[in-house]
């Protein structure tokens, strides 16, 4: 059984698409198969990128498999020529376009398989560099295999390394479902996005950046959750303008309640509050809950149940599910998931506004895939205690 949710404290800013234009750099050829050194390691990389500048986009090879047979394009004047693809006359596997797009996107995803999966064995380069080239890499097999799957339907899913690298080869590959295509791609894209940069990496715009990957992944929600306070229902239904789904609230992800001090100002220039509310920060295991309020030990409780029985779900298998709440109420959750004391109840901090967490679920556990990810270019200043 698998899930994703999607956390969010306020509000997310969706993505665009593609940015591309030619590769200016030098691209080595892979070179050494045991790949042992930053720069051969590099060089693979590069050729994650070829099938964008060469057969695929450089002549008509994909514009005829995506456009052409529907009403966009007609070859009247054309006679035979791709009759094959126009008017699905004698098509079959030697026929040219399919067989480009099928050899270039499948030789290209066991290059960016290598790429991800022998990262570990280069031991010189920068981490910083080689996280970034690995999410690039994920990004690029995620959009070949949309390619594959769009064309193709449930092809087979590979995430092994080179045969030139493992020794390795299948002689007798599986098809994969389409939800399980799909599933990784989305997993894919959802690794890389908080990693890459904004900029591209090296300053070479036909780089893949942050906004590639988050037009690729344009997650469809299938079923959302919200707290029934106005900020976070107003944010659901801001994501999902113009979508049918179903919106359920639900008080168990509203915001801790502040009781008497709901309202007052918590920040130090404004501080509105008893000194002993400074425990909500820094020691949340010793806070006191004010007359009408929570404390952290009730918010842990209530977000948990809801977590788990969401989980267990049967019927959300293979579903994207958009969860909006609030701060502490989200940490709650995620404390839940950690497993971790009321003392590290606020994890590595407060979350950003509009901040977006993801949490897979296989089989009824739930694993934090990305945490505190902003989708949007303003700096955002840190919480003021």
Known sequence: MKNSFKYIGSAIVAGLLLSSCSLDEDNPHAGDATLNN???????????????????????????????GTDIWVSSNNGDY????????????STNNSKKLWKQAYTTISTCNTVINEVDNILDGEADAKNILVAEAKTLRAF???????????????????SSITGIVDLYPKRASEKDIYAQIIKDLSEAIPVLPVEPYGGNRARVTKKTAKGLADIKFDLCYTSPLVRAR?????????GTMQIIEDARIEEMAFGEYEGRCCSKKGWELPDEFRRF????????APEGGEDFAQVKKRTGEFLNELCKKAEYQNSNIL????????????????GRPLTEYWGDGVHKNCAVTEVEVIDGIPKIISENVVYYDDEVEPWEE
């Open 323 to 338: 969860i909006a709440t609030h701060g502490a109420a989200l940490a709650g959750m995620l404390n839940n998931i950690k």
């Open 281 to 288: 920060f820094d020691g949340p295991d010793r806070y006191q």
């Open 82 to 93: 791709a009759k094959q693809i126009f008017n699905y006359e004698e098509f079959g596997t």
């Open 144 to 162: 070949y295999y949309s390619l594959l799957v769009s064309q193709f339907g449930p092809v087979t899913l590979n995430l092994e390394s080179s």
């Open 234 to 242: 107003e944010t659901a239904e801001l994501i999902l303008a113009g």
């Open 38 to 68: 930053f720069q051969a390691w590099y060089g693979m990389q590069a050729t994650c990128y070829f099938p964008l500048n060469n057969e695929l986009y450089s002549s008509s090879d994909w514009l005829i498999m995506a456009e052409t």
